[in-house]
């Protein structure tokens, strides 16, 4: 068992060594460009490893504002009660409910300090547009207030309120004076809003325009409101960090950078000593080893004349194989001679080391 296991390792050795002496070209090849990208990986996470640009917010702030309205119902109708209160309804009666009220409200948020002040106008507009275009309007003054030193988290409102049934009024008189006119009438609440001061440090000189709308319809104001409306403002600061990268990168590079490099100096070393490259003994054990289950060991006769026409020479082993599978004959291997030789009727096939 001991022999036959040697035998094997031994044969193992022949043909790891047979296939490196003629793949040697490529094997050096793939060992260079191992070594190549080895050093490369190594030296980009070692040496000079990649920067990426990030960008952080260092500072922030947003304004925030919104429209309340109601009215209070003043007339007699089958369903509210007189005197009841409506809150940010979808839309109002000016016949049970004339006068509109409500209050618009502004605040700022800060990711830091804030000192401004506030300057706040409303106006009441009422237009007949389409689209973009406007074909007559008027504009009145409902409300305004100034505050000043307003820090973050404070609110500055002011109230506002108009008469819906005297607009309904006016909408039907300029229809009535000026006749059909294209376009379709709306009742513009409009919100001026003016900032001034430092929020984190920089200074702020900004204006907002917000606009609650109310679209006649019949005898109904029906409302569009924009709910809570939000502005953000932000500034960032680009800096530059080094690239982290995994274990695997980390130790695989220079690994594969040492294996290669040892791999591709004990194989040229290994060339140039003529280490690798099989001996005409070494290589006529692996080539027999391949075709063993086909020879037998034996005697062969002592006189084989090459000249005579019943002796023919094979140039290789894998032929006097064929030659032994087309007759039906094994192939004798006579070691005191060192021939091998197929006998089948009066004609000896012959092939002698070395080997191919």
Known sequence: MTDTSDQLDNETILRIRDTVDTQYLLIITVLILLMTAGLWVSYTTHVSPETQTETEVVSQWSRTATFDHGATVTGQNPVYDTGQSLQNQRAYFPLISPVLSGEYQFQYAASGDGNVDVDITLQSTVQSRNDDIVFWQQTDQIGSVTAADIDPGGTTSTAFEFNMNQTRVQIERVEETFGEIPGDPVVIVQAQTRMTGRINGQPVNRKFTDELRLLPDGDTFVVNDPGEVENTSSQTQAFTTT??????????????????????????????????????????????????????????????????????????????????????????????QERYAVLHSSRVFICEPPLE
Do not use: C, H
């Not at 391949?290 to 290789?316: C, F, H, R």
């Open 243 to 336: 690239r982290e990268y995994s274990p695997l990168r980390s130790l695989g590079g220079p690994v594969v950078f040492l294996l290669s490099t040892a791999g591709l100096s004990i194989s040229i070393f290994a060339r140039r000593r003529g280490v690798i490259t099989l001996s005409t003994t070494e290589r006529d054990q692996l080539v027999r080893s391949e075709y063993s289950e086909w020879i037998s060991a034996g005697s062969l006769p002592n006189q084989l004349d090459l000249q005579d026409p019943n002796v023919v020479e094979m140039k290789t082993l894998v032929g006097l194989v064929n030659v032994a599978a087309d007759t039906g004959e094994r192939v004798v291997y006579d070691q005191e």
